[in-house]
């Protein structure tokens, strides 16, 4: 019998309605019992909280994990532990890598791999088309039986309607989401980032916002003709959030996800006027979707508040330096993003636009509602995957410290406020953050 | 000086008057107009802007460049260069440099209003208004009244840098 | 007449030839958004000068001499890099070209690895044209080595901009108040984008025109977001009424990815500057180009040959501007790379979104 005890934190918990100080005593992996503070006992560890948040392990469902097949920008084992160090204890990862996702056997490689990591738990996503060619679609019944969460072809679109109509029928028999990354690839038409102001400005081919919004919008119409279940990855514009609002009304089986880095950076980020550290034509600024205006990231923080988006997923896509240390058409799409992820958001609570329970709840028990997986909620009973954070720390992003092996993120160099201390798995301290002098 | 000129070249046949940027400009004018007084024919007088030959470009100061104007091909041609102080000598050696990019003169001359002793290369002048021996650190400003207004040659020391 | 007159204890007064030009503090050109009319100024009385050195017997003077440029070039150019070799040889400078073809990432060294390697073998200064906008931003804040673009991508083409300045001062004998307008595919044309700005802030009335599917998409909103101060018309007819200034832009059908034209004709057909057209602007209207020329699609031969087309004076006048440019900015970098200019630092654009004060860039 393992007995650990979390003493003096501020335990918040949406799924309980729960925020308040407390102790809480974990036996062999479950969360046992909450005592208060001067209740006695054994332990063999006790883990002290006080002036501290501890909430669920937060559940990302939208991460890059690159193995199998492109080992240099991140492994299965790299990517779980930098998950921790961002607070996250369970991580939901695509299928896009080489091979892809798209039979049990591979299926089996990542949890074994995973199996293997100390850190987050991950689970993954199988391919909704093989190889994400986009022609034939993928069995989802042998997926779905070796225990994908969900269905993708992201970082791509499903761009054949019928295809994607399929798909959404599938769901009906396995019912796990069919996750879109929305992108008309002909009016996306190449572009590098959001077709505006900047775009024109820096000489830059522009993704139109009206290319996300054409796929949602035809996506939505595909999800209420076959009544499956749709998850829209990453959105990023005003018209997605009116688009989604227009499908919740009707009662359509829509969920949403959103991004740290669309609720916290601009387009205007690709000029560098960000403040630190910013040149013009920054590569880390580069990402599909892109950074959008300042009106469509006020749209979604507001759409987020209201409840109207599900979840926060980071989207997190390490890449070598060697992907972004070019020009910025070449440089490759993604932001690393774990572990920013908590600093990044505590911006928007710090300037009061989202409650921190709100935060923690898109980051706990939507998730875990959203896709059907255990976690998020610490009530008694629950498996014992916590984070422990400081929520005024401030502390500067170092890029040369991240856990994970992608450093590409604008976000390097800034002040943040908001940190992990340590991260729990099963009851296990899986990470513990040292300040490094 | 205007006499010594036209006399050591004897007459004005070839002679041309070529004032250095900035101030060598007026004073060559001067020259000339003085040299008209008594020799009507009169000389050309040109206008030359050594910047570009200058070996100290890169110093620190970005150096604007002066219009350069020669009245006619020197080749040939007895040129005088006219500057107001004479200094390292270094001015002179790019004026020279310069002065060949336009042509052969037959000879060139220099004639400066003010020597200030200590040479760096081996160049003297032909022609000079005053010897003003200074010492190194010190500071000779010609001032001209088509340019500033007054003519006088002001000697500074240089004051200490705090 | 003269007396010699000693003054203990005053400053030291400056006796050189020129006053401090306000290139001081400037580290790169890469294009004209950030330069005051100061700056341009100083570009074109520079460039006179040049054109004086260029009429010589011997069109060469020493002031770089020791000093190496490297073009480097990952677009076929031979006009432009022809024009930068014949402008750096006429300083004295040594000139090394090095063309690239295709993506970095493809030849195995990054373009970053390149500049690397040039600077180690020596190179004082930089002189980039990329097919990717944003390229030499890159290399300027990566590498401690002074870039002049030469173009990049459709994002801009700061020397042409100049020469184009340049060459309607020679014919106008200024610029403030003159109208230009410029025809073409403008989305794609870093001409086009170098010249709003030099324009601009010389005080010309600029005017964007040419179909909607070749406007860049900001100026044809309502939204009003578009980042130059500039008039779009997408009526050549009505928009060619007076002006002075007269420069179309290259069209060809492979820039056009796809079908932004249905054809050159029906292109030719409403905005080529025909002699009927050319009618229509000021008597002393002028028409200039960037070349090399379509004649019959953006431009009739007529027009391109005639009196009023200064193509010619363009050509000879790049030159001289970039004798100018490469002079100012060794100057103003004291020497190129192993000058002690210090750090590599790119300056945020400046458009409105953040203005770089000319204090802060010289800091």
């Known amino acids: 019998m393992t007995r650990l005890r979390i003493h003096g934190g501020r335990v918040v918990d949406p799924s309980q309605a729960r925020d308040e100080v407390v102790d809480i005593v974990v036996v062999d992996g479950r969360i046992d019992a909450y005592v208060g503070a001067d209740f006695g006992g054994e332990y063999d560890r006790v883990v002290d909280a006080t002036g501290l948040v501890v909430s669920p392990g937060f559940i990302d469902l939208h991460c890059h ?46 949890f074994a791999k995973a199996r293997e990591a100390r850190g987050a738990r991950v689970l993954p996503l199988g391919t909704i088309t093989k190889g994400q060619r986009g022609t034939e679609l993928s069995d989802a019944s042998e997926l779905s039986q070796a225990g994908v969460v969900g269905f993708s072809d992201d970082g791509r679109p499903v761009w054949d309607g019928r295809l994607m109509r399929y798909a959404l029928m599938e769901s009906l028999r396995h019912k796990k989401p069919v996750v879109n990354h929305c992108e008309e690839p002909e009016v996306a038409d190449g572009g590098v980032m959001n077709q505006g102001r900047v775009s024109d400005l820096l000489g830059l ?3 139109p916002a009206a290319a996300e919004d054409v796929m949602v919008a035809r996506d939505i119409e595909l999800a209420r003709e076959t009544g499956g279940r749709l998850h829209l990855a990453h959105i990023s514009t005003e018209g997605s959030v009116r688009l989604l609002r227009m499908a919740k009304q009707e009662g359509l089986a829509v969920s949403a996800e959103v991004t740290p880095h669309h609720l916290i950076m601009t387009e205007d980020w690709v000029l560098g006027g960000n403040g630190r550290n910013g040149r013009p034509y920054d590569t880390r600024t580069k990402v599909n979707p892109p950074l959008r205006r300042e009106q469509d990231r006020q749209a979604l923080i507001a759409a987020l508040a209201e409840g109207l988006i599900d979840v926060i997923a980071t989207d997190h896509a390490p890449h070598r330096s060697i992907d972004k240390d070019c020009t910025y058409d070449e440089a490759a799409f993604g932001i690393s993003g774990f572990e920013t992820a908590l600093g990044g958001l505590m911006q928007l609570v710090e300037s009061a636009q989202l409650t921190m329970t709100d935060v923690i709840r898109r980051l706990t028990i939507e998730p875990s509602r959203t896709f059907d997986i255990a976690g998020g909620s610490l009530a008694v009973g629950s498996t014992a995957d916590l984070v422990i954070f400081d929520p005024t720390a401030s502390w500067t992003v170092d890029v040369a410290q991240f856990n994970s092996r992608g450093k590409n993120t604008p976000l390097d160099g800034h002040t943040l406020q908001g940190r992990v201390v340590t991260t729990i798995v099963g009851g296990d301290v899986v990470y513990e953050w040292r300040n490094v002098p | 000086m205007s006499h010594e000129i036209v006399e050591q070249n004897g007459g004005v046949q070839s002679l041309v008057l070529v004032g250095l940027c900035t101030r060598g400009v007026p004073l060559a004018q001067r020259i000339q107009r003085a040299i008209t007084t008594f020799e009507p024919a009169g000389v050309p007088c040109g206008q030359l802007d050594i910047t570009l030959y200058r070996d100290d470009l890169f110093d620190g100061r970005v150096l604007e460049l002066h219009e350069t104007e020669l009245p006619t091909d020197i080749s040939g041609a007895s040129v005088v260069l006219v500057d107001d102080v004479l200094f390292t000598g270094r001015t002179i050696r790019a004026a020279l440099d310069a002065v060949m990019d336009y042509g052969r003169p037959k000879s060139i ?45 002001v000697i500074t020391r240089r004051s200490e840098e705090s | 007449m003269i007396e010699a007159v000693e003054r203990p204890n005053g400053k030291l007064a400056e006796i050189e030839t020129g006053l401090t030009a306000p290139w001081v503090g400037r580290k790169h050109v890469l294009d004209l958004d950030d330069f005051s009319q100061e700056e341009i100024h100083a570009v074109l009385e520079t460039a006179d000068r040049m054109k004086e050195v260029l009429a010589r017997p011997i069109r060469r003077v020493p002031a770089l001499r020791g000093r190496s440029i490297v073009n480097l070039f990952y677009e076929a150019s031979t006009r432009t890099r022809v024009s930068f070799e014949v402008a750096a040889k006429n300083l004295g400078a040594d000139v090394v070209n090095v063309s690239a073809s295709g993506s970095s990432v493809e030849k195995g060294e990054t373009l970053l690895d390149t500049v690397r390697t040039l600077r180690a073998l020596g190179a004082d200064l930089l002189v980039m044209r990329h097919n990717h906008s944003g390229a030499p931003y890159t290399v300027a804040s990566h590498a401690d080595i002074p870039v002049v673009n030469a173009g990049d991508g459709t994002h801009a083409h700061p020397t042409q901009a100049l020469l184009d300045a340049y060459t309607i001062r020679e014919r106008f004998g ?22 709003a700005w030099g324009l601009r802030a010389l005080g010309a009335e600029v005017t964007f025109c040419g179909p909607p599917t070749l406007l860049p998409p900001t100026t044809l909103s309502s939204e009003g977001d578009s980042p130059w101060d500039v008039g779009v018309d997408m009526d050549l007819d009505h928009a060619i009424e007076g002006v002075d200034v007269v420069m179309p832009l290259r069209v060809q059908l492979e820039r056009q990815e796809g079908s932004r034209l249905a054809s050159l004709r ?21 028409v200039m180009h960037p070349g090399p020329m379509n004649e019959g699609v953006e431009i009739d031969a007529d027009v391109a040959h005639g009196l009023q087309s200064v193509v010619q004076d363009q050509v000879s006048n790049g030159v001289a501007i970039r004798m ?16 002690r200019a210090s750090g590599p630092s790119v300056a945020p654009l400046a458009n409105g979104i953040e203005h770089v ?6 800091s």
């Open chain 1, 65 to 110: 994990l690159r193995e199998p097949g492109f080992e240099d920008k991140e492994t299965i084992s790299t990517g779980a532990l930098a998950a921790a160090a961002g607070g996250f204890t369970t991580i939901c990862c695509m299928p896009n890598t080489n091979p892809t996702l798209d039979t049990a056997n591979d299926v089996a490689y990542v």
């Open chain 1, 205 to 207: 081919k522009g993704q």
């Open chain 2, 109 to 153: 001359e220099l004639a400066v209003l003010v020597d200030r002793g200590h040479r760096e290369l081996p160049i003297r002048a032909n022609f000079v208004g005053k010897n003003v021996p200074t010492a190194r650190d010190e500071n000779v400003e010609v001032r001209v009244s088509e340019i500033d207004g007054c003519d006088e040659v």
């Open chain 3, 174 to 195: 200024k610029i403030e108040g003159l109208r230009v307008l410029i025809i073409g595919d403008i989305a794609h044309s870093r001409v086009a984008r170098s010249n």
């Open chain 3, 266 to 286: 029906g292109y030719a057909r409403d905005y080529a500057i025909t002699r009927a057209r050319l009618a229509r602007a000021a008597p002393h209207a002028i």
């Open chain 3, 324 to 339: 100018a440019v490469l002079y100012l900015l060794m100057a103003a970098t004291h020497g190129g790379a192993r000058g």
């Open chain 3, 357 to 362: 004060s000319a204090a802060q860039r010289r």
